[in-house]
């Protein structure tokens, strides 16, 4: 007797049966780094810009012609706890060719990634990151997005959702500064995939007195003006206080009777990875 199809693997399904079958064709894993030699020196336009960030993403460039509204419903929202993996939870991910503007673009976009979760891995925080080459064995994929404005790339944090999305944009490729160190964005995002939150992300407005993010944060050690989760006018950095503030917040346990960790009065909610 044949075993029923999953939730993620009957989305995968549609998606290929409505975008077509090479939709979700993906670049091969690789065990061996191959990081492109950086391109063309930075513009003054690139020493200028300062990107934004978004988690809430928009439709991967690749699904985007068909008037299927069920495939919205592989995107996510943020959640109102403090969100992470299960402690010691591999994190799967793939990339999906489909969308980028050429091959050598998708197999670039996975080289930085691989790099960047493998620096992540390094950095023994509590979840580690593996790349696959089925998306319906992976917790996330890496899309190409299109085009956002000055958005590089945008992520997600951690939830129940059969799988999620990573989504990289035009402006990434289209300067060479931020491009050559595209790994280094994708270092923010996967803090984002963790469950860290911008280094902004409880200040507020003065104008207003509103939190800059909609969504409320907590802190969890000392904050660092120059953390991974913050963006200027240069590629993000990992400092030891990310490191450090990731790694504890991984080794929070449930108390003597079973109930979950709490940071200040906000409960700490566990998702395994699907």
């Known amino acids: ?16 049966d409505v975008v077509g079958e090479h939709a979700l064709d ?15 020196p930075a513009t003054p336009a690139d020493d200028d810009f300062i990107p934004s960030c978004i988690t809430q993403n928009p439709i991967p460039k690749a699904l985007r012609n068909t ?9 996510v929202g943020l959640n109102r ?8 939870s591999v994190l799967k991910w793939v990339v999906v060719k489909e969308g980028f503007r050429t091959p050598a673009d998708a197999d670039y976009a996975a ?7 493998q620096k992540w891995n390094e950095f023994n925080v509590g979840v580690t990151f593996e790349w696959v080459t089925k998306p319906a064995d ?21 939830n129940p959702n059969d799988m999620s999305n990573m989504l990289v944009y035009n402006a990434a490729f289209a300067m060479p500064k931020w491009k050559a160190n595209l790994w280094k964005v994708f270092m923010h995002e ?13 200040d507020r407005d003065p104008e207003t ?8 944060a907590v802190q969890l050690g000392p904050r660092n003006e120059n953390s991974v989760m913050t963006y200027g006018r240069n590629p993000p950095e990992v400092q030891d206080s990310d490191v450090e503030s990731a790694r504890a917040f991984y080794a929070l346990k449930d108390d003597e009777n079973g109930n979950s960790p709490m940071i200040g009065l906000t409960p700490v909610q566990d998702y395994e990875p699907m």
């Open 111 to 117: 080289q930085h990634l691989h790099m960047a979760c």
């Open 209 to 216: 007195g509103n939190s800059k993010e909609t969504f409320k």
């Open 81 to 88: 706890e403090c969100p992470r993996w299960v402690p010691g």
């Open 67 to 75: 008037k299927n509204k069920n495939l919205g419903a592989i995107m």
């Open 190 to 202: 996967l803090g984002h995939v963790l469950g860290l939150r911008h280094e902004f992300a409880m």
């Open 1 to 16: 007797m044949a075993s029923e199809s999953s939730t993620k693997e009957t989305i995968l399904e549609q998606i290929i």
């Open 138 to 158: 992976a917790t996330f994929a890496l899309w190409h997005g299109g085009s956002q404005g000055g958005v590089l790339a945008s992520a997600f944090f951690p």
């Open 26 to 40: 993906t670049v091969s894993p690789t065990t061996k780094l191959n990081i492109p030699i950086p391109p063309a």
